[in-house]
């Protein structure tokens, strides 16, 4: 897989407080990576740290392969957008005006591309209105779309829903959604509320006290918190098999070590070794046939368990209590 931006045991210490631990992350190319932490969790240090506002105390990084200590870095960054705490406007001047000035400031020459970024954006049709005459989350739209001045492929957006109402939230997320798959963007979101990134994210980052807890992608969260029927089994062939004989969606969780069968045993499967395993399975089960099922197949059901996990309970079970919205 091809990695945008890898941190690799980065530690951030103000004065002695440790901000950042050691800590290590990876986002994939074509990304939308959720970075998830209560606030004070070290996602803003994190973040001023890759967009070079900050030097780590220890550790490294690379942008596009690029370590943060060759000279190359400072060409790399320019494919990275980034909007940090608030947005950097100027309240002073219409959206136009403030996009212009990037531009100038980023000395591109023409302003040709104005118009269809302040489209992107949904600012197309605010002409002379002011800055300062702007709702939050059109505040927050007009950051975004100075990040985009430059064309990066990489955008950082610190807590891009923080404060914006509902309407606001959809905005910015259908934004997002859109420069990830129209303008193959990848994006790197923190956020302290999971269960908004989850409307978005591919792959997510847990972070907590300046530590990476978990890195894992939608795909593995959404399985890990999907509804299923985890039974732990003598015989987990067997149990596949079955599985796949009644139609019912499974997956091996764990497989033991194997335990051999008794020579007496005559079919062919019996003869090879039987391992011990977890399989969890998937959507309505009707659990007394099943049981039945496996026991014809010489298959013990030795625990059976039901998990029904939220994506916030998952989160909190991680980084512990207190979860703060
Ligand atoms: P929030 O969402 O509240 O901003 P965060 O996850 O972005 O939280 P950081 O802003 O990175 O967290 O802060 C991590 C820790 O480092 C916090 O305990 C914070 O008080 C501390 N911290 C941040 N900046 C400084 C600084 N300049 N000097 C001293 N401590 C700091």
Do not use: W
Request: contains cysteine; proline residues 3%.
């Amino acid at each position: 897989m091809e990695y945008v931006l890898t941190v690799n045991a980065l530690s951030k210490r103000y004065r002695r407080f440790p901000a950042l631990s050691g800590l290590n992350m990876r986002v994939p190319k074509g990304a939308i990576y959720g970075l998830v932490g209560k606030n004070g969790a070290g996602k803003t240090t994190l973040i001023r740290v890759v967009c070079g506002l900050q030097e780590p105390t220890e550790g490294d990084y690379t942008l596009y392969g690029v370590h943060n200590r060759e000279r190359e870095i400072l060409d790399t960054r320019k494919r990275l957008g980034a909007v940090v705490e608030s947005p950097a406007i100027y309240l002073d001047m219409t959206a136009e005006e403030n996009l212009k000035e990037q531009y100038r400031i980023l000395g591109l020459p023409s302003f040709d591309q104005i118009p269809e970024l302040l489209k992107l954006v949904g600012l197309a049709d605010t002409g002379k209105k002011k800055a300062r005459q702007f709702s939050l989350g059109m505040k927050q739209r007009l950051g975004i779309a100075i990040a985009l001045c430059g064309d990066p492929d990489f955008l950082i957006l610190d807590e891009p829903a923080n404060g914006l109402d509902p309407q606001g939230i959809i905005e910015i997320r259908e934004l997002i959604l859109k420069l990830n798959r129209e303008r193959q963007i990848t994006v790197l979101i923190s956020s302290h509320i999971l269960d908004e990134l989850s409307r978005l994210a591919t792959h997510y980052g847990f972070i907590h006290n300046g530590h990476m807890v978990q890195e894992i992608s939608a795909k593995e969260l959404i399985a890990a918190c999907r509804k299923s029927v985890i039974l732990k089994v003598s015989d987990v062939e067997a149990a596949s098999l079955v599985l796949i004989d009644a139609g019912l969606e499974y997956e091996i969780v764990s497989e033991g070590s194997g335990t051999r069968a008794d020579d007496s045993e005559t079919t062919v499967s019996r003869r090879m070794a039987a391992a011990q395993g977890s399989v969890a399975v998937y959507g309505e089960v009707a659990i007394s046939e099943l049981v039945l099922s496996l026991a014809e197949a010489n298959c013990q059901v030795l625990s059976m368990e039901n998990r029904d996990e939220s994506l916030e309970s998952y989160y909190i079970n991680l980084v512990g209590g207190e979860h703060n919205e």
